[in-house]
């Protein structure tokens, strides 16, 4: 490749560059708001929900709180109570597991795929015994997971793969986090089904149960998701596609350069292509991982480490009784994934400033 250009500072994700272009519209649609006075529910709310259930190609988009809350009012939706195992990942972020223990019930952790990072689906078929009332397959960076082929319901977190594939599972699950593909202003989550009766279930949990107001058929909770973020969402949604084909063609553009780069470690991995990767995150592996992070960190490069320790070896999950070793693929990606800054706006000379980067880093640290 051509000589590095002049340093510059490459941030994980730039929210700033995002924003900036929708300003005066997000601000009216954040007025609407204020001026309408309806601020928990009501009109933003809905017509939220019928744009995201419309764009994922469901019957029933119902806007919560976080995606933590629409994994947990997902599994309350299924009845997940003590006494109940929930098969899933140890590889993932911490509200995958967290829900279920949350709910008094128990995570049955499989390993992933050294080649998807994702939950096998073979093997969480066959963990699932009497007790499995669910099993959560993650679709990790934004890779769609292949899910298991049984009878126990799947409730699918697509908190980082948001619209990569059609809802297979009972229900799935979305973050607008504001590093998701589609970020609010804030906390924000919604669960998809196309089932009914489901999505009439989450729609009683998240208002306490309350069916009207004050007459309580389930102990439920506030899971709700605010007007104002409604509000922001619809002016981001209709720009998802867009950010999405932009990711996608900066992973390509990755690949491409990093075939070119001369002297990489035949270790380094790097995500290979699927169609319906939408690439919340690019993540490869990376021999002496911590020491290359170390490096591009000071050449002004932001990195990060999605996850550095598997649940199995979470302190709070150690009461769960896995030894050290139980997921050797969960425990390796651990050590080796390193994710590099994929948002929508990052340049070609950013990218390129990366990898030349990555090339000196594994040529010797040379300047
Ligand atoms: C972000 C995320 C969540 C939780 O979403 P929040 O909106 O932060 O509560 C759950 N699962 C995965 C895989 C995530 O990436």
């Not at 730039?14 to 009216?28: H, K, M, S, Y």
């Not at 928990?40 to 809350?69: C, N, W, Y």
């Not at 991982?289 to 979470?314: C, M, N």
Request: glycine share 8%; proline share 8%; hydrophobic share 45%.
């Amino acid at each position: 490749m051509n000589r590095p250009m002049v340093p510059q500072a490459v941030p994980l994700l730039d929210l700033a560059a995002q924003n900036g272009p929708l300003r005066e519209e997000v601000l009216a649609a954040i007025a609407r708001v204020v001026d309408s006075g309806a601020f928990i529910m009501g009109p933003e709310v809905e017509g939220f929900e019928r744009e995201l259930a419309q764009s994922l190609g469901v019957k029933h988009a119902l806007g919560v709180s976080s995606g933590t809350d629409a994994l947990l009012v997902a599994l309350m939706a299924l009845g997940v109570g003590p006494g109940d195992d929930v098969v899933t990942t140890p590889f993932s972020f911490f509200a995958t597991a967290g829900v279920v223990s949350r709910l008094g019930a128990r995570p049955v952790f499989v390993d992933i795929e050294r080649d998807t990072f994702n939950l096998a689906p073979a093997a969480a078929a066959a963990a699932c015994g009497p007790r499995t009332k669910a099993i959560i397959p993650v679709h990790l960076f934004g890779r769609p997971a292949t899910l298991p082929m049984t009878t126990v319901p799947i409730i699918e977190d697509s908190a980082q793969s948001i619209g990569s594939t059609p809802l297979a599972g009972r229900a799935g699950c979305l973050s607008f986090f504001p590093s998701k593909n589609l970020g609010a202003f804030g906390d924000a989550g919604a669960v998809y089904a196309d089932d009914d009766a489901f999505a009439d279930r989450v729609r009683l949990l998240r208002t306490h149960g309350g069916r009207p107001k004050y007459v309580h058929h389930a102990v439920g909770g506030n899971f709700r998701l605010d007007a104002v973020q409604a509000a922001v969402l619809r002016v981001k949604l209709p720009r998802l596609a867009g950010w999405t084909a932009a990711r996608r063609k900066n992973a390509d553009r990755y690949r491409g350069l990093l075939a070119s780069a001369s002297g990489l470690p035949a270790e380094l991995v790097i995500p290979t292509d699927v169609p319906a990767h939408i690439y919340n995150q690019f993540v490869v592996r990376a021999p002496r991982r911590d020491d290359l992070r170390a490096f591009l960190t000071k050449s002004g490069i932001a990195t990060e480490v999605y996850y550095p320790l598997p649940f199995h070896q979470q302190p709070c999950f150690r009461e769960l009784g896995y030894a050290d070793g139980a997921f050797p693929e969960a425990e390796a990606a651990a050590r080796e994934a390193l994710a590099l800054p994929i948002y929508p706006e990052i340049s070609p000379a950013q990218q390129e400033w990366v990898v030349s980067r990555i090339a000196a880093f594994y040529a010797g640290g040379a300047a």
